[in-house]
C-alpha cells in the first residue's frame, strides 16, 4: 500500500485542539512535500498547509495561521498538523498527500500523489 495512513480526528469542543497524524509508507520520486487539505460538508475544498521534506519549511492557509502548524518525525515518515483555537468552521474531512509542492512569493501550490483515506473533525460550538 502505497497511500498514506491517517489516524486521529473525532469531535473536538470549540477552542479546543487536536493533532492528525499522516504516515507515511512511500513517496514518489517528484515529491517534495506533505500537504493537508480538508473538505467540508458543502463540498467546499482547501488546502490547509504542507512541509517541505528536506528542508522543514512549512506553510500554512490563510484561514489556519496561527492557529494550525504541521511537523515531521526526522525518518520523515509521519508528518503531523497540529490544530489549535478550533472553531465550528473547521469542520471538515481532512487528507492529507504526499505532494509536488512550490511556495513562490507567499503563493503554495501542491500537486498531490499519494492521498491518506482522510479522517473526519468536528468541532462542535
Known amino acids: 500500500v502505497v497511500e498514506p495512513v491517517q489516524s486521529g480526528g473525532g469531535s473536538v469542543p470549540a477552542g479546543g485542539l487536536m493533532t492528525l497524524s499522516c504516515s507515511i509508507s512511500?513517496?514518489?520520486?517528484?515529491?517534495?512535500?506533505v500537504a493537508w487539505f480538508r473538505r467540508t460538508s458543502s463540498g467546499a475544498h482547501e488546502g490547509v498547509g504542507g512541509i517541505f521534506t528536506e528542508s522543514g519549511d512549512t506553510y500554512t492557509a490563510d484561514s489556519v495561521q496561527g492557529r494550525f502548524s504541521i511537523t515531521q518525525d526526522g525518518a520523515k515518515k509521519t508528518a503531523y498538523l497540529h490544530m489549535n483555537l478550533l472553531q465550528p468552521e473547521d469542520t471538515a474531512m481532512y487528507y492529507c498527500a504526499t505532494s509536488y509542492c512550490t511556495l513562490e512569493d507567499g503563493v503554495a501550490r501542491a500537486s498531490p500523489t499519494y492521498w491518506g483515506q482522510g479522517t473526519q473533525v468536528t468541532v462542535a460550538s
Open positions: 512511500e513517496y514518489a520520486a517528484r515529491d517534495n512535500c
